[in-house]
């Protein structure tokens, strides 16, 4: 099974709202990945978590806050966000190292 | 030197025909190159991938060529079909002990008409 699951698949947000985006994964693998899509565009990283522990934070506004709870679980925490952070959000994992990375189908997300 | 330069940015075909996609890249430290297919509204999916020792792979209708003197991978669509129209990035990974880090090229749109 080379599943990753993400909720939820839409998102609109205010401003001034707090959510959180979740991503799961059950095949065991040991790094986790936050990607932001944009149309047209190919994703950009964002954080990358290894071992449960950040090792690559891409230099993202504070705004955005990862959280790994486990080695199957990825939370990425939205506060005071802005319209231009409206975007495709994918999570991907992968065994570590440089092997293959296996992406969610994503939260669609609106900032209003 | 850590991008990955990918042409055409768009691409038509005909049914059966052999749409092809180029990267290049420059960092010589690059050691996996991986395909991935995404359909509007959907994640990435990997679609094939090969690594510096291997000059081609194949698997069903797709093929990557690889090129390391001229540091240069493309993918060949064989008998292409109209649910081959996606849009297709490559990229390229640098090995370290964080977790691989992906460089992906702009992307190609593939439209393959009936």
């Known amino acids: 099974d080379t599943e990753v699951t993400q909720t939820p698949k839409h998102l609109v947000m205010g401003m001034t709202n707090k959510k959180s985006l979740k991503c799961e994964q059950h095949?065991?693998?040991?790094?986790m990945y936050w990607y932001k899509q944009k149309a047209k565009k190919p994703p950009e990283l964002m954080f990358v978590?290894?071992?449960?522990?950040?090792?690559i934070n891409e230099s993202v506004p504070s705004r955005f806050s990862p959280e790994c709870p486990n080695s199957s679980l990825l939370n990425l925490h939205l506060h005071a966000l802005q319209p231009e952070d409206s975007a495709l959000y994918l999570c991907?994992?992968?065994?570590?190292?440089?092997?293959?990375?296996?992406f969610g189908p994503g939260t669609r997300l609106t900032v209003l | 030197q850590q991008q990955v330069k990918q042409s055409p940015q768009s691409l038509i075909v005909q049914k059966g025909g052999i749409p092809i996609i180029n990267c290049a890249y420059e960092?010589?430290?690059?050691?996996?190159f991986p395909w991935y297919q995404q359909f509007p509204g959907k994640g990435p999916a990997l679609l094939i991938a090969?690594?510096?020792?291997?000059s081609e792979k194949k698997e069903g209708r797709f093929t990557i060529s690889f090129n390391k003197s001229a540091k240069q991978f493309s993918l060949h669509i064989m008998d292409s079909q109209p649910g081959d129209s996606a849009t297709y990035f490559c990229?390229?990974?640098?090995?370290?002990?964080?977790?691989?880090?992906?460089?992906f090229g702009q992307g190609t749109e593939l439209s393959v008409k009936p």
């Open positions: 991907a994992s992968s065994t570590g190292g440089f092997d293959t990375q296996y």
């Open positions: 095949m065991g693998h040991r790094a």
């Open positions: 978590y290894s071992y449960e522990k950040l090792s």
């Open positions: 960092n010589t430290a690059f050691d996996y």
């Open positions: 090969i690594r510096p020792d291997v």
């Open positions: 990229a390229a990974s640098i090995e370290n002990n964080q977790g691989g880090k992906l460089i």
